[in-house]
Structure formats: structure tokens, C-alpha cells
């Protein structure tokens, strides 16, 4: 497979949408909607070739296959505000689903060597609930709770297919390849707030304080593949 470069080497494909919507439900409530989409495609094999003897670069490269870059987002967010006299309770949300492939020719020639193909997706979303004083005193304060909720899923499959059937494993007719999958999960709590006092026309005094408690869980596995495609389909050991 010839693939040609692209006019610009850093070309690529992408789109997107964004949409917003202000209203104020009541007197005393108004509500924030947002929503995005995000999507490229791009190419992912990233070397040029030298021309002997001439310092210049050829724009086209001799592959197994053209690598690619996907990736797609969806996104959303939420405010809500209601003026409750003394105070304005604030409520914040927000949901983002990241999804991206990877694929390339590692060795970077038309022989079939060494691939990658490399999925991954991030689910996150975060939530804070906050008071906020309204008055004309002295004094202004703030309250608030915050909650991050993020999930990861990633994986990496480098086939190895241009070594031969068997090569990790040394038997079987199977062509194979190494790859590894990694899962984190993410939660993160916090408290917080501020006081403020006015003193005179000149001075003001702050105080804040904030509590965070955060856990994360890891899981890393390592496997061997059939990799027969550059997609693994079965596992061998």
C-alpha cells in the first residue's frame, strides 16, 4: 500500500457541533444547558522518507496499511441558579465521553512487521452544589460540595505478524502478537468554603478552606494474541 501525504503533513479531518440553551424557569431560577460533539480522523504515521543522497524528503511511504487517528467526544453541561433571598444556591453538572483509536505500522515498511492498534475510552462526569450569600452586609460567604466521578479503559495490541506463527508462544501455527489492557477509576469528594469580612474601605479579610479525599483503582493486565488481523480477536495466553 502507497499512501501519499497529505498537501500539509499535519492535515487532518474534524467537525463539530455545539448547542446552548438559557432560560429562566421562574422568577428566581434560571437554567444553563450546553452540549458538544467533537469528532476527527487524521493520519497517524508520522515519519517521512529520505531520498538518498539529496536532504530532502519523499511524500509518499511504501506500508502494510495507512495508520489512523479517531477520535470522538461528547460532552454536556448543566448550571441551574436560584435566588433564594440571603442566598443563591448553584448547581453545576457535567458529563464527557471521550473515544479514540490508534493504528499504525510500527516499522514503517510495505513488509508485515510490527502493528499497533490501540483502543481507548474516558467516561467522566462532575457534580458541585454551592451557596452563595446575597446580602449588602460586611460579610459575604460561600459553602459548597464537589463530587469527580472519571473512568479510563485502555489497551495496546502490537502485532507481531511479520515474525512468523508462534513466535512469543514457540509453537502452534497461530501468528501473534503482545498487548496489555489498563483500567483506572477515579473518585474524588471535596468540601469547601470562604468568609469574607470587609474592614474599613481599604481592607478585607478571607478565609478559605477546602477538603479533598480522592481514591483511585488500577488494573494492568498483559496477554498474547492471535494476530492474525490487526484487530485481536482471541486471546492465547
Do not use: C
Amino acid at each position: 500500500v502507497a499512501e501519499r501525504w497529505r498537501k500539509h503533513p499535519n492535515e487532518y479531518v474534524e467537525q463539530g457541533a455545539r448547542a446552548q440553551l438559557l432560560a429562566n424557569l421562574t422568577e428566581t431560577v434560571e437554567l444553563l444547558v450546553s452540549g458538544r460533539y467533537y469528532d476527527t480522523d487524521t493520519g497517524n504515521n508520522n515519519w517521512r522518507v529520505e531520498e538518498p543522497n539529496h536532504y530532502t524528503f519523499s511524500r509518499e511511504r511504501e506500508l502494510t496499511f495507512a495508520g489512523r487517528r479517531q477520535m470522538e467526544v461528547k460532552a454536556g453541561t448543566l448550571e441551574l441558579n436560584w435566588n433564594a433571598g440571603p442566598a443563591v444556591v448553584t448547581y453545576l453538572g457535567s458529563y464527557t465521553r471521550l473515544d479514540r483509536v490508534d493504528t499504525t505500522d510500527l516499522d514503517v515498511t510495505n513488509e508485515v512487521g510490527f502493528d499497533l492498534y490501540r483502543p481507548e475510552w474516558t467516561d467522566f462526569q462532575t457534580n458541585e452544589l454551592r451557596i452563595t450569600s446575597s446580602g449588602s452586609g460586611p460579610w459575604e460567604w460561600l459553602a459548597g460540595l464537589y463530587y469527580f466521578d472519571e473512568d479510563f479503559d485502555g489497551s495496546a495490541h502490537f502485532a507481531a505478524r511479520g515474525f512468523g506463527p508462534g513466535v512469543f508462544t514457540g509453537f502452534g501455527t497461530t501468528l501473534e502478537g503482545v498487548g496489555q489492557r489498563s483500567t483506572m477509576r477515579t473518585r474524588s469528594y471535596a468540601a469547601f468554603g470562604n468568609l469574607d469580612r470587609q474592614l474599613g474601605e481599604s481592607w478585607e479579610l478571607a478565609l478559605g478552606l477546602r477538603y479533598t479525599h480522592e481514591t483511585k483503582e488500577v488494573d494492568y493486565d498483559a496477554f498474547i494474541t492471535d494476530a492474525t488481523d490487526i484487530t485481536p480477536a482471541t486471546f492465547v495466553d
